[in-house]
């Protein structure tokens, strides 16, 4: 009864309550998961707001746990928002306050030198996906400490809600290296380390031996990096990603769910990806992710990695990317283009004529009207992505892209946003959500023991959920299936990531014939099970 993964509450039946010495413990009448189910919502919809509604749901997962996924899985269009974003934005600003129970690993300066020691103190051995993050970039929010614990915890549900990966196998992982962040430093309730971040060599060694006590405790395991700086999340992308099993999901997840919103948008707009070009607003993890999966797409239909570049523009906070500036780093190096120096956004649009804009830039309000005009002049039917999480960093609302592009603009967000009715038309935004893509990534990379996960991974992905939008969702402007079909979603992308590592030599199981047979076996279904 104290241990989540296997209490039944309520449903604990009349042999179970003899069998296991439960008399008196429980309320006498058996119930049985339905009602439980029932039982839950009607207090949890009760509730005044969604971060008390995250609580019920957080304090679910912490005393029955095959109860919180029947509710997430069953309800998974109403939850989605609520464990992940917007509502797991302010879960985090707020997490020592709403603290319950630990779950999850702490990995802090104090464990430097034994973390394999430690990684040994989770109960569960077989662990096979970890996320992980150092809280330094939560979201759109910044530097949150500790208190990004709430990330990796609610992404680690997704893998389970959304495709079936058994929750003990999962492990939430902060490493705590302090934070910059003084109104957190001056809280006290604040549970991270009272320190001001660690840099430099002290903190690569920090996160090296963490990387390689995981490969040392956990060797089956995929880490996915969430929510790590820029400049600390490209470097450790580039260092990891040949030696263990890793990918960066602000990278690479955001890159594939948008490639495939590209995909799915082109079928409304009738063009093709190589004649199209992008602007992407913001020059960090997520915009040029996106930009080197859409050069990776280009070079598989023919075009030489130096056009598929020329299709990719960006704006950062000092304007056009351009090769003439000397302030770039690395990653947008890769993207600088010639041209004028220009910082005028409206002047920028007259004069590239972009197809779609891209915002990942965390700065709401970015796509203004006169900006979703002048592309619209452009495009004709403009792609309008505004990516950057939680809402309230939103470049623009659906309401504003279908409306001030007369009802002309293919939008998609990150964070979710209603219906909108507009002149007669009823319009169903997609939200270009990474829980489309990286647990069916996961599942892939479990089903076949992957020893690692490539950028052709995150490829195949995007085209198998693009080919997973049917005609009707076009006609409302949806271009990403409805939630509640993400576990098919997740199974269809698995079975190809699977293949795929197997093509590439990187499969460390032969794969069975029946492969989506085996995988629809992988998966955990919340059901309790009998004890007598």
Known sequence: MQDPTLNKGTAFSEAERDALGLRGLVPPHVQGMEDQVKRFLITYRKRSSDLERYIDLSSLQDRNETLYYKVVTEFIDEMMPLIYTPTVGLACQQFGQIFRRSHG???????????????????????????????????????????????????????????????????????????????????????????????????????????SAVSETFPKALIQFEDFANHNAFRFLSKYRERVCTFNDDIQGTASVALSGIYSALRITGGKLRDQRFLFFGAGEAGTGVGELVVTALTHEGLTEAEARRACWFIDSKGLVVKSRTDLNEHKQRFAQDHAPLKDTLEIIEALRPTALIGASGQPGTFTQAVIEAATRAAGRPIIFALSNPTSKAECTAQQAYEWSKGQAVFASGSPFGPVDYEGRHFIPGQGNNAYIFPGIGLGVLASDSRLVTDEMFLTAARTLASMVTETDLEHGRIYPPLKQIREVSVAIAVEVAKLAAKSGLARETLPEDLEGAIRKLLYIPEYFSYV
């Open 105 to 211: 690993m702490y990995i802090s300066e104090k464990e430097r030198g034994r973390i394999a020691e430690v990684l040994r103190n989770w109960p569960r051995k077989d662990i096979r996906v970890i996320v992980v993050t150092d809280g330094e970039r939560i979201l759109g929010l910044g530097d949150l400490g500790a208190n990004g614990m709430g990330i990796p915890i609610g992404k680690l549900a997704l893998y389970t809600a959304c495709a079936g990966i058994d929750p003990i196998q999962c492990l939430p992982v902060l490493i705590d290296v302090g934070t910059n962040n003084q109104s957190l430093l001056d809280d006290p309730l604040y549970l991270g380390l009272r320190q001001r971040r660690t840099t430099g060599q002290a903190y690569d060694d920090l996160v090296d031996e963490f990387i």
